[in-house]
């Protein structure tokens, strides 16, 4: 059975994802289409690869995600430190151990650029911070002049993962054809989470021309992560701790209203424990839970679901907008 699949961004909570992923494999699921924003293109890029649930929880397992934090040592002196990377970077962390992390494993099956997977098997959605746009990758990268087929994946989940502040934005210099008699700064995109503008892009698929015809129709299910720590408010003492709320409250609460209303028959939710957004400093015991998090929330999910309902609630839901 195929299905497309949806992966919501939620920073180190992403781990829980793949328990989901193991879940709907379990339950005889295939995925056909996958897309992802910020962790979520993570779990989305690794299943578009060929990694299955189970060897994904292998990799969380052996991976400290502690070595995602680097930073020159100049900027780890107390207070001042961090603070001069921001202004300068733009960012807490580089974002290129993360990068180099998820080009390893890609590689490790064959992928290096989109070219190397099927047409259209993955959609990783980022944010152009400099025009103001969402981009969906890879068929976003002609609008700025770069071949898709060429484009490196593990960029293209950076991009989608470069939580505000928290790493730097990845820039990326226009071709010349398009710089041609820009200033120097105005050469560069911005590119920073997917998050920013959508989250879970969840309805991605739905927009798609070529989509299969009512008698064969491939179910959308989504992957959201759900927390104790939700809807709890954020304490502000000063400058960073309002910037992190600042930035939680973007990456998390603009789906949230559209979900709730007409996706709840297609939503997989899993509970994340209470783990935040940018907890990297998470053990495996943690990890192992966060995954066992989401094999719980697959398997009630796909207990008592069949594509038969999937379709009659698409189509009444569909129906419901036409009105």
């Known amino acids: 059975m195929l299905m497309n699949g949806v992966f919501e961004g939620g920073g180190v909570k992403g781990i829980s994802l793949a328990g989901a992923v193991r879940a709907a494999e379990e339950h005889g699921w295939r995925f056909h289409r996958v897309a992802g924003t910020s962790s979520g293109s993570i779990v989305a890029s690794m299943l578009a690869a060929g990694y299955d649930g189970q060897e994904m929880r292998e990799i969380i397992l052996e991976t400290s995600f502690t070595r995602f934090l680097r930073r020159a040592p100049i900027f780890n002196t107390a207070l001042i430190g961090p603070a001069l990377r921001v202004l300068l970077k733009k960012g807490l962390y580089s974002g290129e151990a993360l990068e180099e992390w998820i080009r390893k494993i890609l590689l490790d099956k064959g992928v290096k650029t989109f070219g190397d997977l099927e047409d259209n098997k993955l959609k990783i959605i980022a944010s152009d911070i400099t025009s103001g746009k969402i981009m969906v990758l890879p068929d976003d990268l002609v609008k700025i ?12 989940v950076r991009m989608s993962c470069s939580i505000p502040y928290f790493f730097d934005p990845v820039l990326l210099r226009l071709p010349p054809k398009l710089s041609k008699g820009k200033r120097f700064p105005d050469q560069f995109l911005h590119i920073v989470d997917g998050g920013l503008l959508s989250n ?21 299910v989504g992957f959201q ?37 007409e996706n709840r028959y297609r939503t997989v939710k899993i509970p994340t424990l209470g783990i935040s957004t940018t907890q990297f400093d998470i053990g495996k015991e943690e990890s192992l839970l966060l995954y066992e998090s989401g094999l719980r929330a697959g398997n009630r999910f796909f207990g008592d679901w069949n594509a038969q309902y999937y379709e009659e609630q698409f189509i009444k839901y569909q129906q419901a907008r036409v009105n």
């Open 145 to 156: 002049g770069f071949r898709p087929e060429s484009f490196e994946v593990a960029k293209a």
């Open 200 to 220: 879970f892009p969840l309805w991605l698929f739905d927009q798609v021309p070529s989509a299969p015809k009512k008698d064969k129709m491939i179910p959308t």
């Open 225 to 261: 992560m759900v927390g104790k720590n939700s809807n709890q408010p954020h304490v502000i003492r000063g400058p960073f701790s309002m910037l992190q709320a600042l930035v939680e409250t973007m990456l998390s609460a603009h789906d949230e209203r559209y979900i709730e209303q």
